[in-house]
């Protein structure tokens, strides 16, 4: 059964750090982009980062350019998401997805999705 598993969500102040992990179980990541999604409440699902299978190129959106970096560990078949110096507005619910193909920042392209993790950013 192909899964896919998030972990490292969590309560954070602002300015703070938390590392973010996409587990795969079933399948081998080395041939998938891996893509973070978030959804805050009330708000669309955005594309946050993804990483190709091909070479390693890294793709982020705008809003966590310079404080999210995404790196892939094909030997523990996991992808993570470093997120630093974290605001408020980076509260929702983080999602990892599978595409086997090139990174998208666009969900409905993906094959695969966890089940989500929460990130709050509060003081």
């Known amino acids: 059964q192909l899964q896919l598993v998030e972990s490292g969500g969590g309560l954070v102040q602002p300015g703070g750090s938390l590392r973010l992990s996409c587990a795969a179980s079933?399948?081998?990541?080395?041939?998938?982009?891996i893509g973070w999604f978030r959804q805050a409440p009330g708000k669309e699902r955005e594309g946050v980062s993804c990483?190709?299978?091909?070479?390693?190129?890294?793709y982020y959106a705008d809003s966590v350019k310079g404080r999210f970096t995404i790196s892939r560990d094909n030997a523990k078949n996991t992808v993570y998401l470093q997120m630093n110096s974290l605001k408020p507005e980076d509260t929702a619910v983080y999602y990892c997805?599978?595409?086997?193909?090139?990174?998208?920042?666009?969900?409905?392209?993906?094959?695969?999705w966890g089940q989500g993790t929460q990130v709050t950013v509060s003081s």
């Open positions: 079933g399948f081998t990541l080395d041939y998938y982009a």
């Open positions: 990483i190709s299978s091909s070479d390693g190129s890294t």
């Open positions: 997805a599978a595409l086997g193909a090139m990174c998208v920042m666009i969900d409905t392209a993906y094959d695969y």
